[in-house]
């Protein structure tokens, strides 16, 4: 079974700096989906940014961007000028290539210091 | 609006008393799911329905039921709800639940709290 870790449980980052969020992953097959999704205090599941495993590009959506190490299993996401908006929990997920049932990490706090 | 609606959005009750959470998307799919959210877990799915009367057990469907007689309704039955069903719970749904190459996102309901005494 697919399993998805994010070791960092909390994080802080200065309003206008640049944050990484960690997340490591466990398959054995070739071809899937990865996504970052963000929940606001609000509870609402917003879909950041998506990576599928055939493309060797990295994913980019404005401020955020991943950094894709398919050899490694590692899908780290990289925020930008960090906002105060972009505190929230964080979740990292996979999904196969053939089904729709998202695995997720436990979550990361991001929090935002003006 | 593409939306999926979850109702109540919180709810407290007793152990015991049976409850139903419903979940309604307008965006004609076919995939639904639901999802449990608990802290240092993340989010592992309960139930999951790949089409109209086509339901199926996720990694933690002990205590539940689900039902999907209608396309646009996946409600959510806890028969005999416990303490350890306290949680908070999204209804997802996705256009194809059948096309193996489909990237379409999953789209999520507001979440509901459920506290069971």
């Known amino acids: 079974a697919q399993t998805v870790t994010q070791s960092q449980p909390e994080m802080s980052v200065q309003e206008a700096e640049t944050v990484t969020l960690s997340c490591t992953y466990d398959t054995s097959e070739s071809d899937y989906y990865l996504f970052w999704y963000k929940q606001p205090p609000s509870r609402q599941m917003i879909l950041v940014i998506r990576?599928?495993?055939?493309?060797?590009q990295n994913a980019t959506e404005n401020r955020f961007s991943v950094n894709f190490q398919k050899a490694a299993k590692s899908f780290s996401l990289k925020i930008s000028d960090s906002q105060l908006g972009d505190a929230a929990m964080y979740f990292c997920a996979y999904r196969r290539e053939y089904g729709n049932k998202l695995v997720f990490g436990a979550g990361t706090i991001l929090r935002v210091k003006s | 609006e593409a939306q999926v609606t979850q109702n109540p959005r919180y709810l407290i009750t007793v152990t015991g008393k049976k409850l139903t959470v419903t979940c309604s998307q307008n965006?004609?799919?076919?995939?639904m799911s639901w999802y449990r959210q608990d802290p240092g877990l993340g989010l592992r799915q309960i139930y999951y329905?790949?089409?109209?009367?086509?339901?199926d057990k996720g990694d933690v469907p002990e205590g539940y039921k689900v039902s999907r007689k209608e396309k646009r309704n996946f409600p959510l039955i806890l028969e005999s709800p416990s303490p350890n069903q306290t949680s908070l719970y999204f209804c997802a749904s996705s256009l194809s639940g059948v096309d193996p190459r489909s990237n379409q996102p999953q789209h999520f309901g507001d979440g509901t709290r459920l506290s069971i005494l």
């Open positions: 990576q599928e495993a055939y493309k060797q």
């Open positions: 329905s790949m089409n109209v009367e086509v339901t």
């Open positions: 965006m004609n799919h076919e995939y």
